[in-house]
């Protein structure tokens, strides 16, 4: 059950689909513990699983129903979940280049506001969440095959800074290191947005700040690679005019 009061709404899958996943199969667990169970109604005993981003109908048979609830996650993500516990993938897909997602008329080539970037990131934190490493990957492939704007790209920066933890570098780094090539050129198309980033999530500008002197001093030994021996030195010095 996702959502709360009058905003609720009922996905079904079977159980030996959700049992592959560490979170649901605790929560299995203790409803079996605790007796928690429902009996649908007629109504409900044939609710179909379908939503726009998958295309699966997982029909409720049982005349038992285990009902888990997940009151702070979206429909469309724990959706995309199940497409994926079913397929081995979630819409768009991958295509097999495994750099472009199958294209939709419905689906901007620019996604400008971010929408789609924030779509797979939260995939990703609700893989996280319940220990889909596999779901977690193919979430991260997406997100590096959309194409964004800077607003986008802030946008989905927040994100991940707001609901991933300092160790998660797996999709901070890429998020920092993009920045950290592009902010000279992406932070004027929205710098009011950009500062307000910067400010909000001060580990976002430290890392930021650190991706930008380690690609600095990556220049700096190139050049004393390739510099006369005559020229190198242990140390520069700092300037000592007043």
Same mark, same amino acid.
């Given at each position: 059950?996702?959502?709360?009061?009058?905003?609720?709404?009922?996905?079904?899958?079977?159980?030996?689909?959700?049992?592959?996943?560490?979170?649901?199969?605790?929560?299995?667990?203790?409803?079996?513990?605790?007796?928690?169970?429902?009996?649908?109604?007629?109504?409900?005993?044939?609710?179909?699983?379908?939503?726009?981003?998958?295309?699966?109908?997982?029909?409720?048979?049982?005349?038992?129903?285990?009902?888990?609830h997940l009151e702070d996650e979206?429909?469309?993500?724990?959706?995309?979940?199940?497409?994926?516990?079913?397929?081995?993938?979630?819409?768009?897909?991958?295509?097999?280049?495994?750099?472009?997602?199958?294209?939709?008329? *419905?689906?901007?080539?620019?996604?400008? &506001?971010?929408?789609?970037?924030?779509?797979? +990131? @939260?995939?990703? =934190?609700? %893989?996280?969440?319940?220990?889909?490493?596999?779901?977690?990957?193919?979430?991260?492939?997406?997100?590096?095959?959309?194409?964004?704007?800077?607003?986008?790209?802030?946008?989905?920066?927040?994100?991940?800074?707001?609901?991933?933890?300092?160790?998660?570098?797996?999709?901070r780094g890429p998020v920092a290191?993009?920045?950290?090539?592009?902010?000279?050129?992406?932070?004027?198309?929205?710098?009011?947005?950009?500062?307000?980033?910067?400010?909000?999530?001060?580990?976002?500008?430290?890392?930021?700040?650190?991706?930008?002197?380690?690609?600095?001093?990556?220049? *700096?030994?190139?050049?004393?690679?390739? &510099?006369?021996?005559?020229?190198?030195?242990? +140390? @520069?010095?700092? =300037?000592? %005019?007043?």
């Amino acid at each position: 059950m996702l959502g709360k009061d009058e905003e609720q709404t009922i996905l079904t899958a079977h159980q030996a689909v959700l049992e592959s996943s560490p979170f649901f199969a605790a929560k299995l667990a203790q409803c079996e513990q605790t007796g928690e169970v429902s009996v649908p109604s007629s109504r409900q005993q044939s609710f179909p699983f379908k939503t726009s981003c998958c295309g699966v109908n997982a029909m409720l048979t049982d005349l038992v129903q285990r009902r888990i609830h997940l009151e702070d996650e979206l429909t469309d993500t724990v959706a995309c979940f199940l497409q994926f516990q079913y397929t081995g993938e979630y819409f768009p897909r991958l295509l097999p280049s495994g750099k472009d997602l199958e294209q939709d008329p *419905a689906i901007p080539k620019v996604d400008a &506001s971010g929408e789609q970037l924030l779509k797979h +990131a @939260r995939i990703y =934190s609700l %893989a996280e969440k319940l220990g889909n490493e596999k779901l977690k990957l193919l979430a991260q492939n997406k997100i590096g095959s959309i194409e964004s704007s800077a607003t986008g790209e802030i946008e989905y920066a927040r994100y991940v800074y707001s609901h991933t933890t300092p160790e998660d570098t797996a999709i901070r780094g890429p998020v920092a290191r993009f920045w950290a090539k592009m902010s000279d050129v992406l932070r004027h198309d929205a710098e009011e947005q950009f500062k307000a980033l910067c400010l909000e999530h001060p580990q976002f500008s430290f890392d930021l700040l650190n991706r930008v002197l380690d690609m600095k001093e990556k220049r *700096a030994r190139e050049r004393d690679n390739t &510099s006369s021996p005559a020229f190198k030195g242990p +140390a @520069r010095k700092r =300037s000592r %005019a007043f």
